[in-house]
């Protein structure tokens, strides 16, 4: 099975820092990976994704992750944070079922708290 | 535009009684899910649908039953409450096409259950 693991389930930084949220996975084929965004008492949101082609993926609200497959890495970045980032960050990866479907692992989150 | 809608918001229920989470999808999804999150665990799958009149189990399934009568809605079902089941409940739904994991899956705004 596959597992998904996030370096740090709390990360803080001022106001036009970078951010750099860390996800490596395993998986034994070519991966899809996801990175999600989860606001104060609101569901997920997609902010990227990664099936195939172009290793570096953009995403919403300025954001972007790098896909390395040597690293079995999944990275998500920010250039510069601001105050409305400050949420929790899920990485996820697909696993195929027998049977042919496919389902959504997910790390345990990542809180971003980002101060002026 | 609704997307993915859950009821109710709240519930506190005592250990013992049952109830039922509902979720209603207008985005004529075929894969449905249902997703509890608990802290420092992101989320895990208890169930999901691949379409109408069809479930199967997810990584977390015991204690809860689900049925997809109908395309658009997706019932989690709590036979008899536990404390352990104490938990937001997030269900979600994503298109069903060749390579559907490629498809995002939509997710709503959760439901927090509390069992005393």
């Known amino acids: 099975a596959q597992s998904v693991t996030q370096l740090g389930s709390h990360v803080s930084v001022s106001e036009g820092a970078l951010v750099l949220l860390r996800c490596n996975y395993s998986s034994s084929v070519p991966p899809y990976l996801f990175w999600y965004v989860q606001y104060p008492n609101q569901g997920l949101q997609l902010l990227l994704k990664?099936?195939?082609?172009?290793?570096l993926v953009k995403g919403i609200n300025g954001f972007e992750a790098e896909f390395k497959k040597s690293e079995t890495s999944f990275h998500l970045t920010k250039p510069s944070a601001h105050m409305s980032d400050a949420a929790e960050y899920f990485c996820a990866v697909s696993e195929t079922e027998s049977g042919g479907y496919n389902k959504l692992i997910f790390g345990a989150g990542t809180r971003l708290a980002v101060h002026p | 535009n609704a997307g993915v809608t859950q009821t109710p918001k709240f519930r506190v229920l005592k250990t013992g009684q049952s109830m039922t989470l509902l979720c209603a999808q207008d985005?004529?999804?075929?894969?449905m899910y249902w997703y509890r999150q608990d802290p420092g665990m992101g989320l895990r799958l208890i169930h999901y649908?691949?379409?109408?009149?069809?479930?199967a189990k997810g990584e977390v399934p015991d204690g809860y039953n689900v049925s997809r009568l109908k395309k658009q809605n997706f019932l989690l079902g709590l036979e008899s409450a536990a404390p352990s089941q104490t938990s937001v409940y997030f269900c979600?739904?994503?298109?069903?096409?060749?390579?559907?994991?490629?498809?995002?899956?939509?997710f709503g705004d959760g439901t927090r259950l509390s069992i005393l």
């Open positions: 979600a739904s994503s298109y069903s096409s060749t390579g559907s994991w490629t498809q995002p899956q939509h």
């Open positions: 649908s691949v379409g109408e009149g069809t479930t």
């Open positions: 990664y099936t195939t082609g172009a290793t």
């Open positions: 985005m004529n999804h075929e894969y």
